[in-house]
């Protein structure tokens, strides 16, 4: 079933066009990873589709539904949004962060109905980080606050994520567990991701399908397997040496660097 569907999206500032007829579709419980080079418009592609910039002409459409028609409410109880730059430097508890992920369905008098509470539990058994309900947003890691975002957008109850560079400034160890993170809530809830990643070769792991932005326009959108190295040295402007992952049918990519420190 499509639940997302960009038609003929556009978006300038002035005279700069960042996002060039951009028209794709989501199916139900996809990842999709967006990758591409700087610049390329990943970022204002999903605040355009989050709401935060209005697109200078195109159709976002939501279940069939054009999202400019949809009360912001209503947007915040299908539509997470975790953007590239979050300071969580507040000292509120985690359960408590957490917590505000249920403004779609609160008010002043029924914060904490019962509902909430377990909307709350289940984000934070979810992610699995039960251990850290009461520790304060300023004493945790930079992969444990990103966990701490993932639960406090699942506590929404969303039907899609979209995350711009979650996995960013994450070591090996945090970028793995979070990309298998995603994948668990795609088969146990059926959650639908839009993630911006720089990671290559955990987005071909993880993904349904990758799209790649290039200078604003969509210059690939498939299933990882098609994915080569001559499609990404056209993106990147580098080689890539491509090579076999134990246990999959998906190739691993590396950019061929010359050294520079001789």
Avoid at 100 to 117: A, K, Q, T, V, W
Avoid at 170 to 198: M, N, W
């Amino acid at each position: 079933m499509k639940i997302l569907d960009i038609n003929e999206l556009n978006y300038s500032i002035n005279s700069n066009h960042i996002l060039k007829n951009i028209s794709f579709s989501i199916q139900k419980g996809e990842v999709i990873s967006l990758i591409g080079p700087n610049g390329s418009g990943k970022t204002t592609l999903l605040r355009c589709i989050a709401r935060y910039l209005k697109p200078s002409s195109g159709k976002i459409l939501f279940s069939g539904n054009d999202t400019k028609n949809i009360s912001q409410k209503k947007f915040a109880e299908h539509i997470g949004y975790i953007p590239q730059k979050t300071i969580l430097s507040y000292p509120f508890t985690v359960e408590e962060f957490i917590a505000m992920g249920r403004y779609p369905y609160s008010n002043l008098f029924d914060i904490h109905d019962n509902e909430h509470d377990t909307a709350v539990n289940a984000a934070i058994e979810d992610v699995k980080i039960s251990h850290l309900r009461h520790r304060t947003l300023t004493t945790l890691s930079g992969g444990e606050l990103q966990k701490i975002l993932i639960a406090g957008c699942l506590a929404q109850q969303p039907d899609i994520f979209l995350l711009d560079e979650v996995m960013s400034h994450l070591d090996p160890h945090f970028q793995l567990e979070t990309a298998k993170l995603l994948v668990e809530l795609k088969k146990k809830k059926k959650l639908t991701v839009l993630s911006v990643t720089h990671n290559i070769n955990l987005a071909v792991l993880i993904s349904d399908k990758i799209l790649i932005l290039k200078q604003g326009k969509i210059v690939f959108f498939d299933s990882p397997v098609k994915l080569n190295g001559a499609i990404l040295k056209k993106i990147f402007s580098v080689d890539f040496r491509q090579t076999g992952n134990t246990g999959t049918d998906r190739q691993m990519f590396m950019p061929c660097w010359e050294i520079i420190n001789e």
